[in-house]
């Protein structure tokens, strides 16, 4: 017999938090399937830190960049 979503869900809330923390990046990573999509976010990501190290650009503090996201999207 096939096991239900919700016996599933019974039984990890059973699991310790650091457990449910583990199974959900697990599952969270297997839905992680377009590789294109995570070579360029990976790339993206590198050239931002090379920028960073290189002085090209500087760190915004994180409450300025937060009310900038903040004015931009309200609500």
Known sequence: MPTTLEALQ???L???PKDR????DRLIASLDTDTEVEAAWDALAAAREAELATGTV???PLDAALSR???RFPG
């Open 69 to 71: 996201l903040e004015a």
């Open 58 to 60: 500087q760190a915004a």
């Open 14 to 16: 059973r699991l310790s």
């Open 10 to 12: 019974a039984e990890v």
């Open 21 to 24: 923390a583990r199974l959900l």
